[in-house]
């Protein structure tokens, strides 16, 4: 049986999760040929989402009742961890494509639960079957956004864009920074707060079509790595949502947070495997660069050098200590019957993030080392991985403040707010 990429994380895949992961693998060549392309173009490379949306992954973790493949978080950090070893760029903005799945699946949940009245279940059904069958049944390709430029020291997130209620909808205002598929996404999901609160009982979510009026593109952002997600973001000025393109009910946003197992709405370490999937990448490169390489005097592989095998094991070392970190997060996010309480799960990935991309990050460094200056042109995979992985030190939070998270959560037993509005 051929060996697949994501078998490096897991091991263990189920004949489901391989027959999905083969679908990844399919799709991996494409990427791989455009990467270089890509990330020297500054620009996410559009017929991807043609190659995504015809290999079925834009529906990888909806449901098959809603069109879509079935998965779940294993099956999207294998995905993303795959797409990472060929294209990062292209892998973040998929995963943000897939993030946005969490809204509708934790909306299901949270009805299921019982944390919505009879007369608000209908309202909140509606809009998570809408966004479930968006991925699956119509196989749109969407943006997820909600962080923005404004920082709060209260939380990781601070919300200020504004929804007011007006006749038959809302008008949004304000500014997303950062969220992935500007300009290509089909619509996007945008985190606003209602103008008549002042809490994060006022969160709420719109669908907004890319081409929709008062909808702007911010100016390009010129990134030093993951230069082809599209990450630029959008401005809304009096953009009308009708309403049953949103979910507006008061605390509907934080009750779909209380429901997920992880952090923020979960998925998030499938952020870590793509970072985890370039360090592989890297360290693969240079090991077969230095094994083929030769000694002139000795005609022995430069890789056989006391040198080169201190960077070969110490990176060996960092890609294992990074995949056990990330395979049990997914297993503390995904276990059933849960086997942490969701304290200790955010805990543990406040420090799992930190680990994976710190070792991520090292692993490409020494891979640079290995394969000395000619590894440093631009358009080479080792320097673009390098960019790429460094994004990873202060994408979501640096492993610093994930760390010092995690030390108050077991000295005080509290949580870091992830949500305050402004």
């Known amino acids: 049986m051929t060996q697949l990429t994501a078998e490096f994380l897991f091991d263990d895949l189920t004949p489901a999760e391989r027959a999905r992961a083969e679908r990844v693998e399919s799709i991996l060549p494409e990427l791989r040929a455009h ?4 990330d020297a173009s500054g620009r996410f490379y559009e017929p991807h989402r043609e190659t ?14 809603f069109g879509g493949l079935g998965g779940g978080l294993r099956d999207l950090a294998a995905a993303t961890f795959a797409m990472g070893t060929a294209c990062p760029s292209t892998a973040l903005a998929y995963f943000f494509h897939c993030s946005t799945a969490s809204r509708g699946l934790l909306a299901l949940e949270a009805i299921k639960e019982g944390k919505f009245s009879s007369e608000e279940v209908p309202i909140v059904r509606r809009f998570a079957e809408n966004l479930l069958h968006r991925m699956g049944t119509k196989n749109q390709f969407l943006g997820n956004f909600a962080s ?8 990781a997130v601070l919300i200020s864009t504004e929804a007011e209620q007006v006749e038959g909808g809302w008008v949004l205002n304000g500014v997303k920074s950062f969220g992935c598929n500007t300009g290509v996404a089909d619509a996007y ?9 002042n809490t994060a009982a006022g969160l709420c979510m719109f669908f907004v079509p890319r081409n929709a009026l008062g909808v702007r593109e911010r100016p390009p952002w010129d990134a030093l790595g993951m230069r082809a997600t599209a990450s630029h973001g959008i401005i809304l000025e009096n953009v009308f949502v009708p309403d049953e393109e949103a979910l507006t009910i008061p605390n509907a946003f934080v009750r779909l947070m209380e429901t997920s197992r992880g952090s923020l709405m979960g998925n998030q370490p499938a952020i870590s495997a793509i ?5 592989k990448a890297a360290y693969d490169y240079a090991l077969e660069k230095t094994m ?3 000694f002139e005097d000795t005609g022995l592989p430069i890789a056989t050098s006391s040198f080169h095998q201190e960077l ?25 019957p849960p086997i942490a309480s969701k304290t200790e799960v955010i805990r543990h990935w406040r420090l799992a993030k930190g680990m994976i991309s710190e070792c991520a990050f090292e692993v490409t460094k020494m891979a640079l080392k290995m394969t000395g200056t000619s590894g440093t ?29 995690a030390a108050k959560s077991i000295v005080e037993g509290a949580e870091t707010r992830t949500f305050v509005v402004q």
């Open 35 to 38: 990467a270089e392309e890509a």
């Open 275 to 279: 970072y985890l999937g370039a360090a």
């Open 377 to 405: 042109a631009n358009r080479g995979l080792i320097a673009r991985m390098f960019r790429d992985v460094a994004m990873s030190l202060v994408m979501g939070f640096p492993a610093e403040r994930g760390r010092l998270e």
């Open 312 to 336: 070969i094991g110490n990176m060996a070392a960092k890609l294992e200590t990074a995949r056990l970190w990330l395979r049990h997060q997914v297993e503390l996010e995904t276990s059933d």
């Open 52 to 65: 995504l949306a015809n290999a079925g992954l834009l529906g990888l973790i909806i449901p098959a009742e």
């Open 189 to 197: 999901l945008v985190v606003a707060k209602r103008k008549d609160f």
């Open 148 to 155: 923005e430029t404004v920082k709060s020291s209260q939380s």
């Open 292 to 294: 083929h390489m030769k």
